[in-house]
């Protein structure tokens, strides 16, 4: 495997599905960090075909809740003194707090500044999230 300096302190993001890394670098806004970022793409893997990998030399704040909403195979590993001190596994989420629009444009979520768009998630497989307000369905999508 191609080898690229490893990180001290920060966080790896790990198998993440094949094509998703600039979705999540993208959506993460991973460009416009001052750390060393590292995206690897199409690495052989043993338990998938294909991943990416995201490096990132700091700990940043991720959210585990968006992460798990465009990915959920990614693990999460924090790297301190160039050992992983601690590994997360994301999942769908069941809650989310403002991380994508209410479908519905009468929602109050959407003219009012004050009210944060919430949903529940009603189906897993599609990602369809109920939300709290006005009860409309919102199917996310990358
Ligand atoms: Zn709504």
């Known amino acids: 495997m191609l080898e690229v300096s490893s990180i001290k302190n920060g966080i790896v993001l790990d198998h993440i599905t094949s094509g998703n890394g600039v979705k999540i670098f993208n959506k993460l806004l991973l460009h416009k960090l001052v750390y060393p970022v590292v995206l690897l793409m199409s690495v052989s893997s ?21 992460l798990g ?14 050992k992983i001190i601690n590994k997360k ?8 707090e403002d991380i994508f629009p209410c479908h519905n444009p009468r929602c109050i979520t959407n003219f009012d500044n004050c009210a944060k768009p919430t949903f529940s ?3 897993e497989g599609n990602l369809e999230y109920i939300c709290n307000y006005c009860e409309e369905i919102t199917t996310y999508k990358l």
């Open 46 to 66: 043993n338990e998938m075909k294909k991943k990416d990998i995201i490096k990132i030399e700091n700990n940043i704040d991720i959210d585990l809740n968006f």
């Open 69 to 82: 909403l465009i990915d959920h195979n990614i693990t999460v590993n924090i790297i301190e003194n160039s």
């Open 89 to 96: 596994k994301v999942k769908i989420p069941s809650y989310i």
């Open 121 to 123: 998630i009603v189906n």
